[in-house]
């Protein structure tokens, strides 16, 4: 059975070299973003359109890629399906240059502030700093917007061509709801739209602004990034609002000017970088090897085309904005034919652009997964890993943190964010998320203080509690720092102290390392809370 097209694709027909599997599988990628990240395998069926077996062939496929799960009928994105959309951020370069610039406008307003790059008749968000309030702006990193219902949409549509006009007025015949931008709330289809007006008055002065375009109560102002070599808007970045807090003229008598400030600052940002261009980080390397070892061991269930394809998207990234056919199949190990079929796969996908002999990825591979995870915190990235580590141990395991202890108290103390119980045994131990303890009488508290021994762990042995014993290995973010712990806790009667060292540590330091990839590769453009 062929697939329905995915929502990023254009309307014609694939071409004849063009992968099938590939877009299969880049339809249930989108169907799970568009759903939060979690389907069972029969509503990705009536999403997709696609059959019960290939379904799971496809699954199967990407649970072994890493970038899902299988949680009892569920098929759950996971943190590394990620890597997609940071290839795309890495080679923009946008977001590491310029998100240090929208955090200081934020943390300096107190407000929302994000950046957004254009996606066709629409625009998709490349950096995200909010503030948290009971209400505050819940678009994601990688969440797509009709052009018409938001501020930045006004400057991109600024420099449309007529073409694009033509193809922004399909689009709203085809679809007068919005729904296909589900990050929206729909749209009244009979509400008046002077969008081409609002256009040039934004054309004219240079800045934008959303007075509840996209729901009440929410406004924004816009200020256009612009690229020193062509002088066209490279992104927008924007000031997010709710009207209990301003008004829209508010936002442009108080906050514009500021805003203009800090892209002024973002433009000399950019200037800047053309005189440094990023050496190229390393390519992915082993890939096709690796697709080829895995076909043997899962047979049929492996769809080999779709995991090589993925490889593809994988070999764009910093100093690799774009890349020629020979280029794509250097990095990815993959044969010449393989690597074109798939570049001619997302070209019509709409997530690569062709320019001559050069690809390029688009803002669309954001739509690949990035959205529901670009939210997520430590502790939901740590609890399935946790699960999983208590039912191999039978016994209880914990993620926790450092946290400052009241007037009086320790220098310091420990509190768990994330607990997976054991699985059987009658004595156990229950220590509940939220709970704090002393870190110097603890082994997660001494994990991370840095008070472990050679091989990076520290153990508690009946300190806290009579009977308690506990071993715990620290996880570091992108810069090497201790942000967390994993232990394992038991009770003597159970393990020895020996035993906790042979038995335990060896699969507590695999959980950790597990646990700290996915923080980095959630953390590389994200900030990912700790709770």
């Known amino acids: 059975m062929t697939a329905p097209l995915p929502s990023s694709a254009v309307a014609h027909e694939p071409p004849a070299e063009a992968v099938a599997p590939l877009i299969r599988g880049v339809a249930v ?41 299988q949680d009892g009928r569920d098929a759950v994105l996971t943190p590394r399906v990620m890597e997609l959309g940071n290839a795309y951020l890495a080679a923009l370069r946008l977001p590491a240059l310029l998100d240090a610039h929208a955090d200081a406008v934020a943390d300096e307003l107190d407000e929302s502030v994000s950046l957004a790059v254009a996606d066709r008749d ?89 007075d509840q375009l996209v729901e009440p109560g929410l406004v924004a102002v816009s200020v256009p990034v612009r690229d020193p070599g062509t ?94 056919l020979t280029d794509v199949a250097k990095a990815t190990g993959l044969a010449r034919a393989t690597a074109r079929r798939a570049l001619i796969t997302y070209e019509h996908l709409g997530l690569v652009t062709a320019d001559g002999r050069e690809f390029a990825l688009t803002p669309r591979v954001l739509s690949l997964g990035y959205p529901p995870l670009s939210r997520t915190t430590l502790a939901r990235l740590a609890a399935p890993r946790l699960r999983a580590l208590a039912d191999r141990l039978d016994e209880p395991t914990a993620l926790a943190v450092l946290v400052p202890s009241g007037p009086g108290g320790d220098p310091a103390e420990i509190q768990y964010v994330a607990v997976a119980a054991a699985s059987r045994g009658v004595l156990t131990v229950d220590i509940t998320v939220g709970t ?60 020895t102290l020996a035993e906790c060292v042979s038995e335990v540590l060896p699969a507590l330091h695999d959980t950790a390392a597990r646990i700290q990839d996915d923080l980095h590769i959630a953390s590389r453009f994200t900030h990912v809370p700790l709770s």
């Open 436 to 495: 704090r303890l002393p870190a110097g009488r603890t082994a997660l508290g001494r994990a991370l203080l840095g008070l472990t021994g050679p091989d990076g762990y520290a153990l508690a042995d009946e300190e806290l509690e009579s009977g308690l014993r506990s071993i715990a290995v620290p996880v570091r973010d992108r810069a090497g720092r201790p942000v967390a712990a994993v232990n394992v806790a038991t009770h003597a009667a159970r393990r």
């Open 231 to 324: 002088g066209r808007v490279a992104c927008v970045a924007s000031v997010v609002s709710h009207t209990s807090r301003h008004t829209a003229a508010d936002l442009r008598e108080t906050l514009l000017p500021r805003l203009r400030t800090a892209v002024t600052a973002m433009e000399a940002e950019l200037r800047a970088d053309e005189a440094r261009p990023a050496e190229p980080g390393p390519p992915p390397s082993g890939l096709a090897v690796w697709t080829t070892a895995s076909k043997h061991e899962l047979g049929r269930d492996f769809v080999e085309s779709l995991a090589r394809g993925l490889t593809v998207l994988t070999a764009f990234g910093e100093g690799r904005p774009s890349l020629t």
């Open 122 to 210: 629409g625009i998709r968000f490349i950096h995200q700093a909010t503030r948290r309030r009971a209400m505050s702006v819940s678009f994601r990193i990688g969440d797509l917007l009709p052009a018409e219902r938001t501020a930045p949409g006004l400057l991109f549509a600024a420099e449309w061509t007529e073409r694009e006009w033509a193809d922004w007025r399909a689009r709203r015949a085809a679809d007068p709801t919005d729904a296909g931008f589900p990050a929206v709330p729909p749209r009244n289809p009979a509400a008046d739209d002077d969008f081409e007006a609002r256009t040039a008055r934004a054309r004219r002065g240079g800045w934008a602004l959303d």
């Open 29 to 69: 990628l989108e169907a799970l973003t568009e759903a939060g990240g979690t389907l069972s395998a029969s509503a990705l069926e009536r999403r997709t359109g696609l059959a019960r077996s290939t379904v799971d062939r496809i699954t199967a496929t990407l649970a072994r890629m890493g970038y899902l799960r």
